[in-house]
């Protein structure tokens, strides 16, 4: 158990609807990282936050955002949703410091019909 | 732009045989470099990590890499495999960002790994 928690694990939804990914990173963490896995491009970094605050953005589609709260949890946001956006989305945790690395949650499946 | 390769998709070893997977990287910076696995059905769990030092580097389950800044490689290696080492693995390159805290990840493709008996 890496301490970083996604809800839900399992999302099934119709094109065109919107979801909300959950993450809470482990205790003290302060960095929250989504990435996205898929057949087709692998694993993908979409957006980190650190403190509140967006740090980096990969390759995140308009349609997706994500926030970080004051009590460090994290959502991402993915609206209008088409078929291609099936996939594995992965958050993970840092906390600053030398040395350290990211922990991933287990991941949510979403899967769009 | 920053990238990372490995060469091999899919690699089947036998039960106590040795086992290379092969990662290479183009990062301008330092890279920090990361292999992780991932079991069917879960999340990545880190299996080692070099950022600084000794350029071998060993990690949780056996498993060792060496980092050959040359050859812009950073190979994952064990010395008898276990059929419970069947699983995904994958190579990162990432770099320290704000504060020092761990920046984004650029991973690999993967390489799956079967075990025969």
């Known amino acids: 158990d890496s301490g970083v928690t996604q809800t839900p694990k399992h999302l099934i939804t119709a094109t065109g609807q919107r979801v909300t990914l959950r993450c809470s990173p482990r205790?003290?963490?302060?960095?929250v990282y989504w990435y996205q896995q898929s057949l087709d491009q692998g694993l993908q970094f979409l957006i980190q936050?650190?403190?509140?605050?967006?740090?980096a953005k990969g390759n995140i589609l308009e349609r997706f955002s994500a926030q970080q709260f004051p009590d460090l949890h994290s959502e991402l946001n993915l609206s209008s949703l088409e078929l291609g956006d099936s996939a594995l989305y992965f958050c993970?945790?840092?906390?600053?410091?030398?040395?350290?690395?990211?922990?991933f949650g287990q991941g949510t499946r979403l899967t769009v019909v | 732009a920053q990238s990372v390769t490995q060469p091999d998709i899919h690699i089947t070893v036998s039960e106590g045989a040795s086992l290379e997977l092969r990662c290479n990287y183009s990062?301008?910076?330092?890279?920090?470099l990361f292999w992780y696995v991932q079991s069917p059905g879960q999340g990545l769990q880190l299996l080692l990590k070099?950022?600084?030092?000794?350029?071998l580097v060993q990690g949780i389950k056996g498993f060792e890499a060496e980092f050959k800044r040359s050859q812009s490689s950073f190979n994952l290696r064990k010395p008898s495999v276990h059929w419970s080492d069947a699983a995904e693995y994958f190579c990162?390159?990432?770099?320290?960002?704000?504060?020092?805290?761990?920046?984004?990840?650029?991973f690999g493709k993967g390489t799956k790994l079967s075990v025969k008996p």
């Open positions: 993970a945790s840092s906390v600053r410091g030398e040395g350290t690395e990211a922990f």
């Open positions: 205790s003290g963490d302060l960095s």
């Open positions: 936050y650190y403190n509140g605050e967006e740090r």
């Open positions: 990062y301008g910076a330092t890279p920090y």
């Open positions: 070099y950022f600084s030092g000794d350029t």
């Open positions: 990162a390159v990432g770099a320290l960002n704000y504060g020092g805290s761990q920046g984004n990840l650029i």
